[in-house]
């Protein structure tokens, strides 16, 4: 489903953009969008488009409620059915399999397995919809009138399968009202192929690099192909979903919404702690805002407040002990950080706290990698040398060489290269027009780029989208 989406939407999009443009009053817009947005989803997911109108009326029904009765008993109530509801069909449908399959390790149960398959972004414009609910009870939210505003919320296609997240609050005057301008559309479709770029080009390609080393049998691997393997994918799913990312927030800059900004160069990041600040920020934010904060925060129990909330993080990312055991990995170093690590990395050079914090990530991918346990411990196994195939310094050598030029390109990529090449422009004081045309020139030869791995390379998905 996930290569046709892309297909369709780069077929549908001319379209849709045309039609937007022409209609004149922001009503009609809407409605362009939300057809649009209903149709893209239905492409891949025709009876799940059900389930998200139904998660749509709970929480304009529940958020209208609660706003209306803001910080009562009975505002408070709305809540809790809004969560009962919302998180009700998100556990049925992506952790209905893991409860059944961890009850039948037990000698005293054998229910069948339901064989549920997850609906395609449901994670995400879940967490989108309780936002609502919750804000609107909080009163930082104005109640939301009209059904089909928040529907064009709850389903706008950009964003609405990977994220970011976007909250209410964060588009909520949008959704009566936007300029759109020329400027805002160039920047949109520049960020748009950008990130189509980055997927196509590079994560497409460490991808089918790291399951060349992964996917095969483990224990006739060399340690430094288990890494490298690692390494790759390390950097496949940082372009993924930052790719996915970059298109959604593009998009709606071209339709005159401003979504937030998910990551930030998360690879020169300084510690963890200052990692997660970079990766995935719209999920950083949601669970520090609705699940941190309200546990205490600092001011109470800290220490448990982490743990809780990255074992959520775990599962949120998948139904699997693996990514438990990711969430709990990072509680882990974070804890750490705060009780003494931060001090003591504040004293080293930048460069040492950058490779620091990637070596830490790196490894950590090899439990949200590998679903199957036994397949992660013998990924370990080889990793630190006690199994697996051994390899000469001259192959190991050769093996890295042949692939130096790719991650040569993805660590350039990683950092704020941008920025680097605008300064450099302003010193040498090119004139605006030349930069204009170059930059153009760029993004045309990277879109045509990208169209033409779009066709020739086999169905390869965004990774995010099976959360």
Known sequence: ??????????????????????????????????????????????????????????????????????????????????????????????????????????????????GISLPIGISFYTMQTISYTIDAYRGKAKVQKSFFRFLLFVSMFPQLVAGPIVRYTDIEDQLEERSITIQGIYEGITRFVVGLAKKTLVANYAGSVAVKFLDGELLSMSAPEVWFGLLCFTFQIYFDFSGYSDMAIGLGKTFGFTFPENFNYPYTAQSITDFWRRWHMTLGSFFRDYVYIPLGGNRRLQMRNIFIVWMLTGLWHGASWNFVIWGLYFAVILVIEKVFLLKVLEKMPKILRALYSFALVLFGFNFFYFEDFGRNVDALKVMFGTAGASIGAADALRMVVSYLPFIAVCIICSLPVKRFILNRLERLRIPEGVRAAAAALCIAIAFIMSAASIVSNSYNPFIYFRF
């Open 1 to 114: 489903m996930v290569f046709s989406s892309l297909v369709f939407l780069l077929r549908f999009l001319p379209i849709t953009l045309l039609l937007y443009f022409i209609v004149p009053a922001t009503k009609a817009k809407n409605a362009v969008l939300i057809a649009a947005s209903l149709l893209f989803y239905a492409w891949g997911e025709p009876v799940w488009v059900i389930l998200l109108i139904i998660s749509s009326v709970v929480d304009y029904i529940c958020g209208g409620l609660a706003g209306r009765h803001s910080n009562t008993p009975k505002g408070k109530l709305f809540v809790v059915i809004s969560l009962v509801l919302n998180l009700g069909l998100l556990g049925f449908f992506k952790y209905g399999g893991f409860v059944v399959n961890n009850l039948n390790a037990l000698p005293w149960f054998n229910i069948p397995d339901p």
